[in-house]
């Protein structure tokens, strides 16, 4: 039958359903279905939908019918239209449902934003893509859209992914439609906007962000991941120095107000003379102490022991970026008062060099001579200022 073809892949059985399935056929398929699985048995079934360009209820019940026998059987290179159907009367739920994305490719295309997890392209004119890092990525995917969402309901000027695509040479995507939309990382660098204007506008985003009062169920708790990478260095510190940082962290209060996580100036954009901000699978609560340590790791952290990480990564000068931060922490503290800057700085610095003191050992850091440098760095830091701080909060 020209409507079912198969093949065995590794231990599943893949079948592929081409047309439509309705009333007329669906007994015929179902025949040839079952044909294939004597011939061939499997205790996992894809079927590829890839082809399959309708399916009545008749033609779903077969799929039902083979779910509660095969009990791993899914459906793979499920077609919009299809998926819909499969969406909509529930079967998304009931077992694994793959659907078709259309495949994009980024070379060439422009790098307007950088995060931990993936990097963002402009397409064209409207349209930016997220490309992650992690080639099985559509649990994040789904997870930054709803971080997304529960920000803009909150009133975060952001922008929600509006479809999943392939990206070739794998892994997936997720895409935006952003007109004309800048970041503040190209507008300082090209020199269209200044370092003054560009610091406010970040800080006022920022200060909305920080408003935010979010329910604790809903997104991770900065405190306990900072609590964690202080553990981690439980065997590379003195016992002292370790015991006094874990308790510095873990002395910070509960706090439920929302925090971005990965703020910086490749993550905020201006559109239409409004500032959007992007990269939200970051998004967490917590105090705003740890906000600031990963701005101040973006913005002179990583750049400590190579100053031009900071231009690599951001695409602003190291000069640029160390003013954009003294500016951004003294409008968020509202004083320029140097010695509450260092204070306040210093506290920050604690938080940002325990996480790359953790990320560049976990990355096998001692292995190379620029790896011992940063630990080492780092060490340094921690054992400078940890000593004298008796809090993080400020």
């Known amino acids: 039958?020209?409507?079912?073809?198969?093949?065995?892949?590794?231990?599943?059985?893949?079948?592929?359903?081409?047309?439509?399935?309705?009333?007329?056929?669906?007994?015929?398929?179902?025949?040839?279905?079952?044909?294939?699985?004597?011939?061939?048995?499997?205790?996992?079934l894809l079927l590829d939908c890839g082809a399959l360009e309708y399916a009545s209820s008749a033609g779903l019940r077969i799929i039902l019918r083979l779910k509660q026998e095969i009990p791993d059987t899914r459906l793979v290179n499920v077609q919009p239209?299809?998926?819909?159907?499969?969406?909509?009367?529930?079967?998304?739920?009931?077992?694994?449902?793959?659907?078709?994305?259309?495949?994009?490719?980024?070379?060439?295309?422009?790098?307007?934003?950088?995060?931990?997890?993936?990097?963002?392209?402009?397409?064209?004119?409207?349209?930016?893509?997220?490309?992650?890092?992690?080639?099985d990525s559509l649990e994040e995917i789904r997870l930054e859209r709803e971080m997304a969402r529960l920000a803009f309901i909150q009133g975060i000027p952001t922008a929600i992914p509006y479809d999943v695509v392939r990206l070739e040479g794998g892994g997936y995507g997720a895409v935006y439609e952003l007109l004309n939309a800048t970041s503040f990382a190209k507008l300082l660098a090209s020199g269209e906007k200044k370092v003054d204007e560009m610091a406010e506008?970040?800080?006022?985003?920022?200060?909305?962000?920080?408003?935010?009062?979010?329910?604790?169920?809903?997104?991770?708790?900065?405190r306990a991941v900072a609590i964690n990478w202080a553990e981690f260095l439980e065997d590379y510190l003195p016992a002292e120095l370790y015991e006094k940082l874990h308790g510095l962290v873990e002395s910070v209060p509960t706090d439920y107000h929302m925090l971005h996580g990965d703020y910086h100036v490749k993550n905020v954009m201006l559109q239409n003379d409004e500032e959007l901000l992007i990269d939200m699978d970051t998004l967490c609560y917590g105090h705003p102490i740890f906000e600031l340590g990963s701005m101040f790791n973006a913005y002179k952290g990583y750049g400590a022991t190579d100053p031009t990480n900071v231009e690599t990564f951001l695409g602003i000068t190291n000069e640029m970026a160390d003013e954009f931060w003294r500016k951004s922490l003294s409008l968020y503290l509202g004083t320029q008062d140097e010695a509450r800057l260092r204070e306040v700085e210093n506290k920050a610095k604690i938080i940002g060099f325990t996480r790359i003191m953790r990320?560049?050992?976990?990355?096998?850091?001692?292995?190379?001579?620029?790896?011992?440098?940063?630990?080492?760095?780092?060490?340094?830091?921690l054992t400078e200022l940890v000593p004298v701080t008796d809090t993080l909060l400020f």
């Open 81 to 135: 239209a299809v998926y819909e159907v499969l969406e909509m009367t529930g079967f998304t739920e009931m077992m694994s449902v793959e659907k078709a994305y259309r495949v994009i490719s980024v070379e060439g295309c422009e790098v307007i934003g950088q995060g931990a997890n993936g990097k963002v392209y402009r397409i064209d004119r409207d349209t930016i893509l997220k490309a992650y890092h992690n080639p």
């Open 201 to 222: 506008r970040s800080v006022r985003l920022l200060k909305l962000i920080h408003s935010k009062e979010m329910k604790p169920d809903i997104m991770p708790d900065m």
């Open 359 to 381: 990320r560049t050992i976990r990355r096998n850091g001692f292995d190379t001579p620029e790896g011992r440098r940063v630990i080492e760095n780092a060490k340094n830091v």
């Open 1 to 44: 039958m020209e409507q079912v073809s198969w093949k065995k892949e590794n231990d599943a059985l893949i079948i592929a359903i081409s047309g439509r399935i309705d009333s007329v056929n669906a007994a015929a398929v179902e025949k040839e279905i079952r044909r294939v699985l004597e011939e061939t048995p499997s205790e996992t």
